[in-house]
């Protein structure tokens, strides 16, 4: 099973979740870390190359954008509750600052 790395403060908004939603929120990155696709995800190439979304439905709607594409782990980018139709800028600012800063901590290692 992967290990799961959470960037910034994603791990403290998952836990914000209503317990629905966070409950089926890590049911889906357990099914991520086993090698499986979750129930319902998409990929975010807006953000970066690898990059996908866990979309869940549990009293509104929760989002949990990860990158899954290195071996030793998942990084977890952000984890918010989405309000409207269209996914908001400053949650794609802020899932793309952190794989930047990832892909710039890789490099450097």
Known sequence: MKPVVW???SLLRLREFPADAMHDTGYQLELV???LE???WKPMPSIGA???E???QAGGAF???YVAKF???IYVLHAFQKKTRKTAKADVELARRRLR???AERRQS
């Open 54 to 56: 866990i979309r869940v």
């Open 33 to 35: 870390q086993d090698g």
């Open 63 to 65: 989002r949990l954008i």
């Open 50 to 52: 690898g990059v996908s």
């Open 38 to 40: 979750p129930k319902d």
């Open 7 to 9: 960037l910034g403060d």
């Open 71 to 73: 071996s030793e782990a």
């Open 101 to 103: 800063a990832l892909l």
